[in-house]
């Protein structure tokens, strides 16, 4: 069965930093790109950023790049997103989410629970 | 403001058949395929259909997607009460070389 399991979350000031971790299990972690999906209280989803697996290739949305690094350790069947400078609009549950394949543009099969950030002071 | 448009909400009654919108230009769904994802109340989202019209094993054929040019559409025929949830669309899109999804529809079963 395959499981994503974030975690992480918590409350953080403006600012300040956070690291997230999903760790997976059920496939082989190796073979599939990973992405992060976040959804502010009340709002859509909004993609965040995609680590391809064959040559670590990432990819970042506009609001959060500079600031957030999306990583892998395919030993550890872990992704990590290293979230800095937060703000108050990166308040939102985050979602790790397998693609289907290798490709960046490979929909999303499975998804974790999330996990709730709230930057505030 | 999405990139990609979807009507907020939407209504039917059960055994409706019912259809949903997405909109979006040649960068996204112009170019690529789209992706539907299905989000029940207080749950993870679930991918619905892929690469405009495939269907995951387990999502029954009462659910289909279809694109023309830079539009796409969902929809639901025998419409059940456990459809009530949240539908997004998600295109890859080549200018920002990233996802993009739609703001997502809510729909009510009346």
């Known amino acids: 069965e395959v499981q994503l399991l974030e975690s992480g979350g918590g409350l953080v000031q403006p600012g300040g930093s956070l690291r997230l971790s999903c760790v997976v299990s059920?496939?082989?972690?190796?073979?599939?790109?990973m992405n992060w999906v976040r959804q502010a209280p009340g709002k859509g989803l909004e993609w965040v950023s995609t680590?391809?697996?064959?040559?670590?290739?990432?990819y970042y949305a506009d609001s959060v790049k500079g600031r957030f690094t999306i990583s892998r350790d395919d030993r550890r069947n872990t992704l990590s997103l290293q979230m800095n400078s937060l703000k108050a609009e990166d308040t939102a549950v985050y979602y790790c989410?397998?693609?289907?394949?290798?490709?960046?543009?490979?929909?999303?099969?499975?998804w974790g629970q999330g996990t709730l950030v709230t930057v505030s002071s | 403001q999405s990139v990609l448009t979807q009507p907020p909400s939407a209504s039917g009654t059960p055994g409706q058949r019912i259809t949903f919108s997405c909109s979006g230009s040649?960068?996204?769904?112009?170019?690529?395929?789209v992706n539907w994802y299905q989000q029940l109340p207080g749950t993870a989202p679930k991918l619905l259909i892929y690469s405009d019209h495939q269907r995951p094993s387990g999502v029954p054929d009462r659910f289909s997607g279809s694109k023309s040019g830079t539009s796409a559409s969902l929809a639901i025929s025998g419409l059940q009460s456990e459809d009530e949830a949240d539908y997004y669309c998600?295109?890859?899109?080549?200018?920002?070389?990233?996802?993009?999804f739609g703001g997502g529809t809510k729909l009510t079963v009346l």
């Open positions: 059920g496939f082989t972690f190796s073979s599939y790109v």
């Open positions: 040649s960068s996204n769904i112009g170019g690529n395929t």
């Open positions: 680590i391809v697996n064959i040559d670590e290739t990432t």
């Open positions: 989410a397998k693609g289907t394949h290798s490709s960046a543009w490979d929909p999303f099969d499975y």
């Open positions: 998600a295109s890859w899109d080549d200018s920002v070389n990233g996802w993009v």
